[in-house]
C-alpha cells in the first residue's frame, strides 16, 4: 500500500477508480497581425462569449451549490469586465501587432504572477481564477473547447494537477467519487465548491505517475490518499 497526504476539502471516505484529468496542452504561439483593429474586435467577441459560457455555469451553479457559490462565476465574469486587464489586452495586439492568443495569455500570466505576489491569501488565490478566465478565452479564440468526464458509466475518483472552478462544476456528480489535486489550497474557489457538492477532496497531495485506472481510498476526514500497488 502507497500512502500520500494531502491537505483535505471536505471529509468523507470514497473507494474506487482513478481517472486522471489532463488538459490539452495549448501552445498559445505569436504572430504578427496586420490588421490590429480586427484583431480586437476578434478578442472583444471570444471575451462576449466567454461572459455568456459564464452565465450558463452560473446559472448551473445555482442549482447544484447555490447563489453564494455560483458567485463564483460572477467574480469571474467582473473579471472579464476589468478595465485594466480589458486594457492590457488590447494594448499588446495594437502596440506589438500581435494575435489576440498571444495578449490574453500574456495578460493572464502577468495579472496572475501580480496576485501570486499579494500577502493576503484570499487574494493569492486569485491567481488561479485569473488563469481560468483567460485559459477560456484562449480556447474560444482558438476554437478549442474541453469538457470532463470519463468514458464509460462507472464511478471514478478524478484526479488532475489542478481543477479550475469551471471545471469543478462541470464534473457529473453522480460519477464524482472524490477528487484529489496536486495542486490547489483549501482557500481557493475550487475547494469551496468541492465543499458545498459534498465531494471528499484533497489538494496538495503528491499524486504519483501512473495511476489513472488504478484503485484507491480517498480519507478525506485524515486528509490521506491510499493506493494499492496491485489491484
Known sequence: MITLSGKSVFGGVAIGKIAF???????????????????????????ETAIAQLG??????????????????????MMLEDEDYLDSICNIIAVQSVNAEFAVATTGDNFARMFADMDDDYM?????????????????????????????????????????????????RERVLAF???????????????RTMNIPALVSAAIPKGVNGKYAIIDGFKGILIQRKKY
Not at 484529468?21 to 501552445?27: D, G, I, L
Not at 455555469?57 to 469571474?76: R, S
Open 21 to 47: 484529468y489532463k488538459r490539452q496542452e495549448k501552445q498559445v504561439r505569436r504572430y504578427h497581425v496586420e490588421d490590429t483593429e480586427a484583431e480586437v474586435a476578434h478578442f472583444e467577441d471570444a471575451q
Open 56 to 77: 450558463e455555469l452560473y446559472d448551473k451553479a445555482m442549482e447544484d451549490v447555490g447563489e453564494a457559490n455560483a458567485a463564483i462565476f460572477e467574480v469571474h465574469q
Open 124 to 172: 493569492k488565490e486569485r491567481a488561479a481564477d485569473v488563469k481560468d478566465i483567460s485559459e477560456r478565452v484562449i480556447r474560444i479564440l482558438s476554437r478549442k473547447e474541453e469538457t470532463v468526464h470519463a468514458d464509460d458509466e462507472e464511478k471514478y475518483i478524478i484526479a488532475a494537477d489542478d481543477l479550475a472552478p469551471s471545471e469543478t462544476i462541470q464534473l457529473e
Open 180 to 194: 484529489v489535486t496536486r495542486q490547489g489550497s483549501t482557500n481557493s474557489h475550487t475547494a469551496i465548491l468541492a
